[in-house]
């Protein structure tokens, strides 16, 4: 049996309660969403075989398909995706952040499903592709119990035999014939702050980053075990935040300091690192994004006197190399300030703001390849609404996130995506690259782009 890695040991659990990205992986092998996107990035079916939207793009229905039916063998009907939504709504899950058009859910038949939304939402559609959003039964609950915890109608089911956790073909998958590989064992992180395993080589990690890229070359090197390697489209970056429950939030004088010191901080260690640098809020390659990272003059600034102490918080270990070294004491000294740089896990991200940081770096990949795949996620990144953090750049943004002429589209948000960088919100940090590394035996199709990669596209080549 394979080895999958790696799965965070917060999973399995609630999947209202899921928040990250290794998590929504193990997801899009159990559960099928409502519509489904192909690599170039157009619409395709999902639990619905067809589906239409009305001229003022309002409403939009859905017919399931007949050949849908759970893991235990129930058919999948519209009060199963009525349930699924309604509970991403009223839990406020993170997917609730992208779905938030959404004014009701109603069951027309037992085989079509309406969803009427507040206001047009050009996003939606893809919004609905998200794995997180995948349907499970009418009624389900989650049992920590459980020996098959989770119930959906994706090609694998997740079932624990013998205190280990394995996906197994659904035979019930409407594409079960198509399932090249029936079973996989999955491995786990060491713990919440997502350090490899000692020794363990999973035959397929699907996303690495380069740090566990490096260190699973170091795995398969001491094992002599043969590792393909390939680099994947990604769209995952990093990001700075001017943290609106900061000590500091309402000082224009020490934002425009602040925010200026880590540009140039940014800029100056990505360089020694050889970092591809972030543009903007919005990734390369989404519409709307700024071709080059906006950069700043670098000015005098009077900075005499007792140094301001400015407290930043980083989500996981990915940012603290910014701090280590003379550049950072330098550059910190210039500006007139004395770090304090301290990390969190995903669990304590609700909590964070009892700390007041006055910067928050977060990183993430999004949700759908649009801009509205991204932005919303900064809800729970900012612990506030992110359209009431806008503050003045509000009526852009909701301006840009309506607009249907495409072409309009991108240029407000570019438009957008540079005011939110010259007011000194934000600091664009560096694109993540990430990896799928398979031992020698196993190649995944390139299938181009998904939120996240299938199993389904992985097979044996011996």
Do not use: C
Request: aromatic share 10%; hydrophobic share 40%; proline share 6%.
């Amino acid at each position: 049996v394979p080895k999958f890695g790696y799965v965070p040991v917060t999973f399995p659990r609630d999947v209202a309660l899921v928040n990250q990205f290794a998590e929504h992986v193990v997801l899009g092998q159990i559960l099928e969403p409502l519509v489904d996107a192909d690599r170039f990035g157009s619409m395709t079916r999902g639990i619905a075989e067809s589906w239409n939207v009305s001229a003022d793009g309002k409403t939009l229905s859905f017919k399931i398909g007949a050949d849908q039916r759970f893991s235990n063998g129930k058919l999948v009907e519209a009060k199963d995706v009525k349930y699924s939504i309604d509970r991403h709504l009223n839990e406020k899950t993170q997917s609730s952040n992208f779905v938030r058009a959404i004014k009701d859910v109603k069951v027309k038949r037992p085989s079509e499903i309406e969803i009427v939304l507040s206001e047009p939402n050009v996003s939606i559609l893809k919004a609905l592709t998200r794995d997180h959003l995948g349907i499970v039964p009418y009624g389900w609950k989650y049992d920590p119990s459980s020996d098959e915890p989770i119930i959906g109608s994706g090609p694998y089911r997740l079932k624990k035999r013998n205190a280990k956790w394995y996906l197994l073909k659904n035979e019930r998958y409407s594409k079960a014939a198509s399932i090249p590989i029936p079973e996989w064992e999955l491995v786990f992180y060491k713990n919440e702050a997502l350090d490899l395993p000692e020794g363990v080589l999973p035959d397929y990690v699907p996303v690495a980053t380069q740090t566990v890229l490096d260190e699973l070359k170091t795995i398969a090197s001491k094992q002599q075990a043969a590792l393909e390697t390939q680099e994947q489209l990604s769209f995952a970056q990093t990001s700075l935040w001017w943290y609106p429950h900061g000590s500091h939030y309402r000082s224009q004088e020490i934002k425009s300091r602040a925010m200026t010191f880590l540009t140039e901080l940014v800029e100056k260690k990505t360089q020694e690192k050889k970092l591809h640098r972030a543009t903007g809020i919005v990734p390369v390659g989404i519409a709307g994004f700024l071709p080059e990272p906006i950069r700043f003059d670098s000015k005098k600034e009077d900075v005499s006197g007792p140094k301001t102490k400015l407290a930043v918080a980083g989500l996981g270990n990915a940012f603290a190399f910014l701090f280590e070294g003379e550049t950072a004491k330098k550059l910190a000294a210039k500006y007139g300030f004395e770090v304090e740089f301290y990390t969190f896990t995903p669990s304590e991200l609700g909590t964070i703001k009892n700390r007041k940081p006055d910067v928050l770096m977060a990183s993430w990949a999004g949700g759908f390849n649009d801009p509205e795949g991204f932005l919303p996620l900064l809800n729970q990144v900012l612990g506030v609404d992110f359209v009431e953090y806008l503050e003045d750049l509000r009526p852009l943004y909701q301006s840009a996130r309506v607009e249907q002429d495409w072409t309009k589209r991108s240029e407000l948000f570019r438009e957008f995506n540079q005011k939110i960088v010259l007011e000194k919100r934000m600091v664009p940090g560096w694109k993540l690259t990430t990896y799928s590394v398979a031992k020698r035996g196993l190649a995944e199709d390139k299938v181009g782009f998904r939120y996240t990669p299938r199993l389904i596209n992985v097979k044996r080549t011996n």
